[in-house]
């Protein structure tokens, strides 16, 4: 951490956790109190069923049943305690960049526009969290978490699957934007963008070539524009998305460049798993990892769109020079 963060954990974040690290531990006791009497209340019930000669499946279903209610029940105080420290770390630490923090958004930016693009897959669940937004570089961006899941049946029985977890951000680019350029994996787990012809609003998308062969591998890219898509495409911005994949530890990272809003934007979607998160509550609540941990991805992240937007508004500020 540098000095700024330092300083706000040792003169306000610790002490404050530390004043709350005694209810932490009543309400950890309080949790496995309701859960051993979940496990006894089963046991007794799971005696009479047995003893009136019921079959193994209402025994089972009483054993796993009564343990589970017991946990859920004795983790409400617990999880109550949970969603008010990350509200006050994130936020803690989203105005010390300058930014604002909502544990929801009120309107998920662009994910239709995105879903659109076939960038993320369709799903039946959604869930949104961890709104952050602000200004890098004069450029306003936000981002934020988004877990999708689509529904199966198998045998009879309807379970959900986990088809994206990660996070989307949107930068009003510096530079010109105008058409489309969407930026896929060339994996084929998005085949509805891979189909030569595919138009959004009128503008047909062609496969476009990528100059550096290393990046050829890594993605596909369509635009209807050749030559534009190119200018935007450059190595040093490739490089930097890909950089963005690896420093939060996750994978196929895709992106689009969009002049839909009228300002021309720049939207990224990465799978990145769960992000912004404090960790176990059955630590003490003082220990330094929960707030590093999140300055850390953040930071991964916001500094990776002052790398992602400055190559953009040098190589802008050289263009008008030159006409």
């Known amino acids: 951490m540098d000095d700024r963060f330092q300083s706000l954990w040792t003169e306000k974040l610790e002490p404050w956790l530390a004043g709350l690290e005694a209810d932490r531990k009543r309400f950890v006791r309080l949790r496995w109190y309701w859960t051993a009497g979940g496990v006894a209340l089963s046991l007794a019930l799971a005696g009479v069923l047995a003893w009136k000669a019921f079959d193994g499946v209402p025994i089972v279903m009483a054993l796993i049943i009564g343990p589970f209610l017991g946990y859920m029940i004795g983790s409400r105080a617990l999880h109550a305690m949970s969603k008010r420290v990350k509200a006050e770390l994130n ?16 309107n998920p930016a662009r994910f239709d526009r995105l879903r659109e693009f076939g960038l993320l897959p369709s799903s039946d669940r959604r869930k ?12 306003e961006f936000e981002l934020y978490e988004a877990h999708l899941e689509q529904r199966r049946r198998s045998n009879k029985r309807t379970y959900y699957v986990t088809v994206f977890h990660g996070v989307i951000i949107r930068i009003n ?62 190595p040093s911005f490739m490089e930097r998305l890909l950089a963005l994949e690896t ?14 809003s009228g ?28 707030f590093t941990q ?11 769109i002052d790398l992602l937007v400055a ?7 050289e263009a008008r020079q030159g006409e």
């Open 173 to 234: 680019f510096p530079r010109k934007v105008e058409g489309i350029t969407l930026i896929t994996r060339d994996q084929g787990l998005f085949n509805g963008i891979q189909a030569f012809g595919r138009s959004f609003g009128g503008n047909k998308l062609e496969r476009i070539g990528l100059v550096d062969p290393t990046f050829e591998k890594a993605f596909e890219v369509y635009g209807n524009d050749q030559v534009l898509a190119r200018y935007m495409l450059t």
């Open 263 to 290: 300002e021309g934007e720049l939207l990224i979607a990465a799978e990145t798993g769960n992000l912004f998160e404090i960790g176990s509550m059955s630590r003490p609540l003082t220990e330094p990892g929960r």
């Open 294 to 304: 999140i300055v850390d991805e953040l930071d991964h992240i916001t500094s990776l």
């Open 311 to 317: 190559p953009a508004q040098l190589n802008e500020h």
């Open 128 to 139: 949104f969290e961890d709104h952050f937004a602000g200004e890098r570089d004069g450029c």
């Open 247 to 260: 420093s939060l530890k996750g994978k196929n990272v895709r992106a689009a460049f969009d002049e839909d």
């Open 91 to 106: 936020t803690t630490i989203a105005e010390a960049l300058g930014l604002t923090y909502s544990a929801k958004p009120s």
